[in-house]
T-cell receptor, first 110, second 114 residues
Framework: AQRVTQPEKLLSVFKGAPVELKCNYS??????LFWYVQYSRQRLQLLLR??SRESIKGFTADLNKGETSFHLKKPFAQEEDSAMYYC????????????FGQGTTLQVKP | EADIYQTPRYLVIGTGKKITLECSQT?????MYWYQQDPGMELHLIHY???????EKGDLSSESTVSRIRTEHFPLTLESARPSHTSQYLC?????????????FGPGTRLTVT
């Protein structure tokens, strides 16, 4: 079964501390994973995708097939990073369907 | 400006009423989606469309129905609203091909059925 698990509903860190938002997936095949973010009073939007191997707003995410994980990391959190973060997995068919995790609220305290 | 719109943003309605949630996009995208999201929970896909006259049910069973008569318009209808339909409904769209996985979301409609 295809599934995305984000074990933490809330992650609270101080400004300047490292951040790691956990994402584990279940997928038989070659997965494609994404992180979406929703800032307060804004729409849900794509943050990054693993195939691009990009760093966006200082965030990176590495696909670890052995651990079936796609954790989102940032070395030094900023207050403006406070938001809801969703990990998403591309569905098995080429339809554009995404399977979302439960989401993690990141709270960066001053 | 290219965007995706949802109306109404908030709706409080009584049980048994018929409602239509509107979603329109001016980005020329062929794929469109409806998600249902309860507070603090994951998004569940309830409907999607590849293009005009093409609609499919999503992973979460829903009593709602959708139509896609025009590329830019993807309304969702509940024939008889019930309190169990209370939720947030998000509409999204995406480009064809690999761009399909970058989904553009609307602002959402928060529905409350009393």
């Amino acid at each position: 079964a295809q599934r995305v698990t984000q074990p933490e509903k809330l992650l609270s860190v101080f400004k300047g501390a490292p951040v790691e938002l956990k994402c584990n997936y279940s997928y038989s095949g070659s997965p494609e994973l994404f992180w979406y973010v929703q800032y307060s009073r804004q729409r849900l939007q794509l943050l990054l995708r693993h195939i691009s191997r990009e760093s966006i707003k200082g965030f990176t995410a590495d696909l670890n097939k052995g651990e079936t994980s796609f954790h989102l990391k940032k070395p030094f959190a900023q207050e403006e990073d406070s938001a809801m973060y969703y990990c998403a997995l591309k569905g098995s068919s080429n339809t554009g369907k995404l399977i979302f995790g439960q989401g993690t609220t990141l709270q960066v305290k001053p | 400006e290219a965007d995706i719109y949802q109306t109404p943003r908030y709706l409080v309605i009584g049980t048994g009423k018929k409602i239509t949630l509107e979603c329109s996009q001016t980005m020329g995208h062929d794929k469109m989606y409806w998600y249902q999201q309860d507070p603090g929970m994951e998004l569940h896909l309830i409907h999607y469309s590849y293009g005009v006259n093409s609609t499919e049910k999503g992973d979460l069973s829903s009593e709602s129905t959708v139509s896609r008569i025009r590329t830019e318009h993807f309304p969702l209808t509940l024939e008889s609203a019930r309190p169990s339909h209370t939720s947030q409904y998000l509409c999204a769209s995406s480009r064809p091909g690999q761009g399909a996985y970058e989904q553009y979301f609307g602002p959402g409609t928060r529905l409350t059925v009393t």
